[in-house]
């Protein structure tokens, strides 16, 4: 299951999603991202409450910074150690801003 925050104010938008992201549920956070991001210069997706990443959560992320990059910035913040571990292993941290 997974629940997702978000708060969008001039052109800035934190997405928080708290849960398991995986392909039953990355599907949902790419819909609210895809119908988001156009007109942000600022997305900032807070990890905090995220206890699970998939590789179809990853490409939701990859998707989303491929776009970002063309109109502004994206940075993943509060990620805890397995997520860490697993953009690590990917590659990842290489493509994420990861605060």
Do not use: C
Not at 66 to 94: C, P, R, W, Y
């Amino acid at each position: 299951m997974l629940t997702i925050k978000k708060t969008i104010e001039n052109g800035k938008a934190v997405f928080k999603p708290e849960g398991r992201l995986d392909t039953d549920t990355a599907p949902s956070l790419e819909a609210q991202l895809r119908d988001a991001i156009p007109g942000l210069t600022e997305l900032e997706l807070d990890f905090s409450g995220l206890r699970y990443i998939s590789s179809a959560g990853l490409r939701v992320l990859l998707s989303a910074q491929k776009q970002m990059n063309k109109q502004g910035s994206m940075k993943v913040t509060h990620a805890n150690e397995s997520i860490l571990d697993i953009f690590e292993l990917t590659g990842f941290s290489d493509i994420l801003t990861v605060e």
